[in-house]
T-cell receptor, first 116, second 111 residues
Framework: DTGVSQDPRHKITKRGQNVTFRCDPISEHNRLYWYRQTLGQGPEFLTYFQNEAQLEKSRLLSDRFSAERPKGSFSTLEIQRTEQGDSAMYLC??????????????FGPGTRLTVL | EDQVTQSPEALRLQEGESSSLNCSYTVSGLRGLFWYRQDPGKGPEFLFTLYSAGEEKEKERLKATLTKKESFLHITAPKPEDSATYLCAVQGTYNTDKLIFGTGTRLQVFP
């Protein structure tokens, strides 16, 4: 088990461009979460999936953000028309829904986005 | 509104000097309280989950405790490798599965 992986690890883009991030959860983890973290703050919830169903989206998530988990395995987070305020670390986490580690969210290394 | 407040914001300890970090929370029905460690530029690393008041968990030099209003992370005889930001998060009964995080305590342990 290699843990949660995210790609890319770093992304620099110009304002107005679209970006897409990928997250591969721990195998057999049904739930997958996206968070955003800015410097000096704790992670802030964006959205989460159980299998392929998107169960909750934060009110803070603008229409420029969209997430998918088409086959209940990996997930993508797309940001359209990026703004400088989107610069942050985007974190993915996964958790099982049963078993010893039930409800414990394990995080990936994050994707650092810089919007110029 | 569910809220987590951590104190202090930053803490400097000499190696071997024990101390405690505080996490105060307000949540509409606590399903779980979580402690994470985060190193610079990395994702949070899971440490503990606490579910009910009075519960305690230990791991090496760390011990987490929980009351109805707050949690403490006790660090006994810390070493420089314990230097990191420690994050506390809560999961409420009515908030589905999302975690609500505090801003963290930045711990520095110097030799």
């Amino acid at each position: 088990d290699t843990g949660v992986s995210q790609d890319p690890r770093h992304k620099i883009t110009k304002r107005g461009q679209n970006v897409t991030f990928r997250c591969d959860p721990i195998s057999e983890h049904n739930r997958l979460y996206w968070y955003r973290q800015t410097l000096g703050q704790g992670p802030e919830f964006l959205t989460y999936f159980q299998n392929e169903a998107q169960l909750e989206k934060s009110r803070l998530l603008s229409d420029r953000f969209s997430a998918e988990r088409p086959k209940g395995s990996f997930s993508t987070l797309e940001i359209q028309r990026t703004e400088q305020g989107d610069s942050a670390m985007y974190l993915c986490a996964s958790s099982p829904i049963r078993g010893r580690n039930y409800n414990e969210q394990f995080f990936g290394p994050g994707t650092r986005l810089t919007v110029l | 509104e569910d809220q987590v407040t951590q104190s202090p914001e930053a803490l400097r300890l000499q190696e071997g000097e024990s101390s405690s970090l505080n996490c105060s929370y307000t949540v509409s029905g606590l399903r779980g309280l979580f402690w994470y460690r985060q190193d610079p530029g990395k994702g949070p690393e899971f440490l503990f989950t606490l579910y009910s008041a009075g519960e305690e968990k230990e791991k090496e030099r760390l011990k987490a405790t929980l009351t109805k209003k707050e949690s403490f992370l006790h660090i006994t005889a810390p070493k420089p490798e314990d230097s990191a930001t420690y994050l506390c998060a809560v999961q409420g009964t009515y908030n589905t599965d999302k975690l609500i995080f505090g801003t963290g305590t930045r711990l520095q342990v110097f030799p």
